[in-house]
C-alpha cells in the first residue's frame, strides 16, 4: 500500500507540475484524444464498408478496440515511461535512482507522469461503451462485474509486457524500438479480432506474447460465440489468471535485471 501512495503523491507532483501550463497541457490532451479519434474513425470506416471481417461486424469490432485501447492507454499512463529505461543507464540517472529510498521500478513508471495520457482513454472508454451498449447479450450481475475484471486484467498484462519489454535494456541500452515493436505493435494488433490475422499470428498472441487475453478472448466470453480460431474455450476465463502470472514474471524478470546491473560509474 505504501508503494501505491508513493506513486499516487509523485504522480501528483507531475500532474501539479504541469498544470502550471494549462493552456499546453489542454492542447496536448486534445491532440491525443484527436488521434485516437482517427483510429477510432478508421476501423468504424473499415467495418461500416466491409460489413463483416473474420466473422465480426461493426460492434464486435468495437468491442475488441474499446477493450485493448483502454488496456493499452491505462498501462502507458501508468507504466509506460519505464521503456526510457535504456536512456536512464547511458547517462547515469539509473544510478540515482538506485540510491533513493523508493523503488527504481517505481520511480520509472511515475516519472513524468503526465495526465495528457487521459486524452487516449476517454474514446477508448466511449468505444467499449457504445459496444457494450449494442450487445445483445442479456447482462446478467456475473456479465457486469466481469467488464471492469477484464479490463483492469488487459492493463496488468500491458504493464507488465511493458516492464518486461524495458528490462532488455538491462541487455542491451538500444533495445527500446524492439520493445516499442512488442507493446506499441501489439496494441495496434490487439485493436482488432485476431480472426482476421488468422491461426498462427492468434497462437502466438496467446501462448507467446499473450496479448490475446488483453481483447480477443475478453471479447470473445462477453460476446458469448465460439472461437472461431478453434482454441479452446477456457481461455476466455484466464485473463486474471494469466495477469497474475505475467505480473510475477514482470517482477522476477526485473529483480534478474537488477542483479545483473553494473554501475555505469562516473
Known amino acids: 500500500m505504501s508503494a501505491v501512495v508513493t506513486y499516487v503523491r509523485l504522480a501528483w507532483a507531475w500532474t501539479r507540475a504541469l498544470a502550471q501550463y494549462p493552456a499546453s497541457l489542454a492542447m496536448l490532451t486534445a491532440a491525443q484524444a484527436v488521434a485516437t479519434v482517427g483510429e477510432l474513425a478508421a476501423l468504424v470506416f473499415l467495418f ?46 539509473f544510478d540515482v535512482m538506485l540510491v533513493r529510498p523508493v523503488p527504481a521500478l517505481l520511480q520509472m513508471a511515475v516519472e513524468e507522469f503526465s495526465p495528457r495520457r487521459l486524452g487516449k ?44 519489454g524495458a528490462c532488455l535494456q538491462f541487455v542491451a541500452l538500444d533495445a527500446r524500438e524492439a520493445a516499442n515493436s512488442v507493446t506499441y505493435g501489439g496494441q495496434a494488433m490487439a485493436q482488432y479480432p485476431l480472426a482476421v490475422y488468422g491461426r498462427e499470428v492468434a497462437r502466438a498472441a496467446t501462448y507467446v506474447v ?23 474455450e477456457w481461455l476466455r476465463f484466464a485473463p486474471p489468471a494469466v495477469a497474475v502470472l505475467l505480473a510475477l514474471a514482470a517482477a522476477a524478470v526485473w529483480r534478474a535485471g537488477l542483479r545483473r546491473y553494473r554501475s555505469t560509474g562516473s
Open 210 to 232: 499473450p496479448l490475446a487475453f488483453v481483447s480477443w478472448q475478453p471479447a470473445l466470453y462477453l460476446l458469448e460465440r465460439p472461437d472461431p480460431l478453434g482454441m479452446p
Open 121 to 164: 482513454v476517454v474514446p477508448c472508454a466511449a468505444a467499449l461503451g457504445w459496444a457494450l451498449a449494442a450487445l445483445p447479450a442479456e447482462w446478467t450481475p456475473l456479465r457486469v462485474a466481469a467488464v471492469p475484471v477484464l479490463v483492469a486484467s488487459g492493463t496488468v498484462i500491458c504493464c507488465s509486457v511493458w516492464v518486461i
Open 48 to 93: 461500416g464498408h466491409a460489413g463483416r471481417l473474420g466473422g465480426f461486424g461493426l460492434h464486435e469490432a468495437l468491442l475488441v478496440y474499446g477493450l485493448a485501447g483502454l488496456a493499452f492507454t491505462l498501462a502507458d499512463l501508468l507504466m509506460g515511461s519505464v521503456e526510457r529505461l535504456g536512456e536512464h543507464i547511458r547517462t547515469g540517472a
